[in-house]
């Protein structure tokens, strides 16, 4: 199970999803550059947060589609989440207290999502969103990313592929 440790007042932000869950839902981002990051974190929505071998901290975002360095190493990652702002950008922390406040709370397996991904016109609301499995969202966001990173901004998208590999 991919856990780490936090305050006990931020771990809602955060799921424990085994590791070979994490494994199977990172098949549909092998295009990106895993090689050589190690999962240590997933987010409430199923972001995932690496270490990599010279101890950064990678964020690959669910929303961008992009793998960043985003802390130098783990205590500065674990610091920045005291900023309130740096908590909502990384982990969509304001959604979150509100998706808890409204009952919509994630099983064991899911994360929240949003019905239409925002990379597909889709609206980054409390009402848009939803709890889905956390393999499902996080391997179909890697397809869909790859299949729409070369375009422009603001491209219109009239198809996209998923599959289940």
């Not at 205590?75 to 979150?96: H, I, P, S, T, W």
Request: glycine letters at 8%.
């Amino acid at each position: 199970m991919i856990r780490a440790e936090w305050p006990h007042d931020y771990q809602f932000l955060f799921i424990e999803p085994p590791a070979n869950e994490v494994a199977e839902a990172l098949d549909g981002w092998k295009w990106i550059g895993l090689d050589g990051l190690e999962p240590a974190a997933v987010s409430a929505f199923g972001d995932i947060f690496f270490r990599a071998g010279d101890g950064s901290v990678r964020h690959l975002d669910m929303l961008d589609g992009k793998l960043t360095r985003i802390a130098g190493h783990w205590a500065e990652f674990q610091a920045d989440l005291q900023n309130e702002a740096r908590r909502d950008e990384l982990l969509l922390a304001g959604l979150v207290v509100a998706a808890r406040k409204n009952r919509l709370i994630p099983a064991a397996g899911q994360c929240y999502d949003f019905k239409k991904p925002p990379v597909l016109g889709g609206e980054m609301s409390l009402r848009e969103m939803e709890t889905t499995f956390f393999v499902v969202k996080v391997h179909i966001a890697g397809q869909i990313h790859r299949q729409v990173k070369d375009l422009p901004q603001g491209a219109k998208i009239n198809k996209v592929t998923i599959s289940d590999r």
